[in-house]
């Protein structure tokens, strides 16, 4: 924890300690050089350390990225996107201090000490890349589509409205939300974004069916009847 860089010293009390961030855990030193920098995520507040066990973790939510901190205010909060736990107090290269929240998930606040503090984004929407660090950065699934999924990864998490029904509004989060066409009215496909997709009966057909999904689903009037509108 000390050193002497001069010659012909008589006392004990001529040893110079090493500064905090530093430690030495050798006798015998003979020059500052000696004193070891405590590693990148750790620091050390206390002067004459004699062991590296001095240097004490970051707490959680918190990182230094370099060698030699003396303070703990010397470690950095996480930023709003990512976090670091107690499972991650060894020391370890700076990039990998802070963990990105998973693709799903995003947190909005700095200092976040837990993958649980990353928050699922809701059901209707997506979010596709890690380190998501506000809720804006979740997707709203397109019209036409829904997902009852919570924390979805991934675009096709995104389900498409079956034939005969429509959704006009991005980020339905149900398939309820999915609208029937109306009697008299049908559609063929899938993922149908606006009511104008649901087609008319052709003149002279008619249909009762609700959420119709097949133009054979109209009807011809019967002999001696006729309709003159679609």
């Not at 001529?14 to 030495?24: N, P, T």
């Not at 201090?97 to 837990?114: E, F, L, T």
């Not at 999904?213 to 309709?227: F, Q």
């Amino acid at each position: 924890g000390k050193y002497i860089d001069v010659t012909g010293s008589d006392a004990a009390s001529d040893c110079i300690e090493c500064s905090a961030g530093r430690y030495v855990n050798v006798t015998g030193s003979d020059a500052v050089s000696d004193c070891i920098e405590c590693v990148a995520g750790r620091f050390s507040d206390i002067d004459g350390s004699d062991s590296a066990s001095n240097c004490i973790n970051c707490m959680a939510g918190r990182y230094v990225a370099v060698a030699g901190s003396d303070e703990a205010s010397d470690c950095h909060e996480c930023v709003a996107g990512k976090y670091r736990d107690e499972q991650m107090a060894s020391p370890s290269p700076p990039a990998s201090h802070c963990i990105d929240c998973a693709v799903g998930k995003y947190v909005d606040v700095s200092g976040s000490d837990h993958s649980s503090d990353c928050i699922d984004c809701i059901a209707g929407k997506y979010i596709d890349h890690t380190g998501g660090d506000e809720e804006a950065d979740c997707i709203d699934c397109a019209a036409g589509k829904y997902s009852a999924v919570v924390g979805a990864e991934v675009e096709s998490n995104c389900t498409e409205c079956g034939a005969g029904k429509y959704v006009e509004e991005s980020g339905s989060d149900d398939e309820e939300g999915c609208i029937d066409c109306a009697a008299g009215r049908y559609v063929e496909n899938r993922g149908s974004f606006l009511e104008a997709n649901c087609t008319a009966c052709a003149i002279g057909k008619y249909s009762r069916l609700v959420g119709s999904t097949a133009e054979s689903n109209c009807i011809d009037c019967v002999a001696g009847k006729y309709l003159s509108v679609a």
